[in-house]
């Protein structure tokens, strides 16, 4: 075996030709280096100027940083007293966030298991392909199903007296988060080793087996990014919770509940709040808000999987 | 059981995958408690004939099986629990596959599968495997710590543990030795010979000098076709039936 001899005596000589590829070398590596740190930049420049709008607000003396996140009044127009607690709208966003994820994760890594081991590859496709049409389908429609369509059948079938509630926006928000589990979910199933499939088989272990003891292990990473996604898209769904849950400032004491979420409020009084004003104010710092929790979530997921790999 | 009722009896096997026939129509059988060899370059049929034994070929898109596999006189086509026959047949690959699991819970994985789940039976199960498979002293103090962190031997070993593990009656060999050191492979070739006693042993193979010190009879496939299959002795002489046999041998071709 000889290495240096095999790609010919006509090649260009030594020296140009490393020069110009260590350019092209350097060039690639700055472009992926840029690509990297510009997610960082992204984050950071919207933190920033989010937190500037709503940065007055929060030094000012006539604001309660404990009254914005633990009370439940919120009555930012009230010509006497202003209030601003906004601990009823994150009430409202846990509580259809979590019914939603309640419903959402087990169909949707029962779909991703279903589609990666339990059937046919023609049926698969087609599946897929649904699958990713319904994750496109924009969430105004969505809201407007919830509105009209799931509001009449869960007046018809719980007897409640109006049908956009909890269980109306956490029903919404799973059939939209549904699809982007089972596509990433069913990718991370797939990326397991035909290897591991082939020996857990060979020793007898059947299908249930199989999924349980090797694929939902091995895919455990990126099944959680898949649910985490999920729950990102709750959480941060807009228009089809303010169509879906009835707009009512309160902490839900069931699912027949009106609630209003964080991202509702702030799509549904921004417009009317002069710019610049308290109130606007106020809204951006429900924004940071949404931030904070949004990264709490991520923040936990990784370390849920640091916990389960530091235990192995 | 004695010489008379083979094993593994295999007839006039055929596979294709998707409309290509890479075994042609095989028969032979396999006697208890021997050690196959099977010799023969790639591609010619040797794992494949390994996985229409214990029907893993079943998940091949496009694979056609023909023909007849008895084991101990029953057809394998129509066995009801195939997850029941897989585990009479013990299987190791030719690459390590370390399940994402602890050492004690590969090793343990197969029982569990089968229904087994008390710790006191698990326990001892798991070290007389690990024993068998010359891996134990290694690992007695970490089988708590990844299979997959294992080096390449010692993953192989632990694999063979793996498959010593549900108790197969009969063991399949694939190129075992690829990823060990020769010290190793000859603790496993002994292993094999103390083994034989109790499980009959298929051993593919690459290596001449493993078959000839291994095997009671050697068979030799070579594209999808056994060119000939006889004692070990006979097979490694000077004088095997044919021609192709001696040449391969003696590497001069293949």
Redesign the interface.
Known sequence: MAPNSSNGAVAPPRQARSRRSVWGERAIELLIYASGVSAIVFILAILFFILREAAPVLFSDRFSLTQFLFSTEWYPTSASNVRYGTLALSAGTLAVTVLAMVLAVPFGLGGAVFLSQFCG?RLRESLKIIIELLAAIPSVVWGFIGLTVMSRLIVTYTGAPVGVNVLNGGIILALMSVPIIVSIGEDALKAV?D????????????RW?LVF??LL??ARNGLLAAVLLGVGRAIGETMAVLMATGHAVQIPHGILDSVRTLTANIAAELGEAPAGSEHYQVLFLTGVLLFAITMLVNLAADLIIRGVRAR? | MNAATPKIAVKDLSLAYSGTEVIHGITFDVRPNEILGIIGPARSGKTSLLRCL?R?ID?I?GARVAGEIRIDGADIRAVRDV?????T?G?V?P?P?G????IYDNVA??P???GLTRRADLDPLVERCLRQAALWDEVKDRLGS?GTALSGGQQQRL?IA??L??QPEILCLDEFSIAIDPVTTMRIEDVLRELRREITIILVTNLTHQARRLTDRTMFLWNGRIIELDRSDVIFSDQPSRQETLEYVNGIFG
């Open positions: 590859p080793p290897s591991y499939i082939e020996a857990a088989t060979a020793m007898g272990a059947t087996q003891r090797v292990p091995a192995k | 214990n893993t998940f898109a997850h029941a026959l897989r585990r047949i299987m690959a690459l596959v399940l994402p699991l602890s994985f197969a569990r599968c089968a990844l694999t793996r498959a593990s549900h």
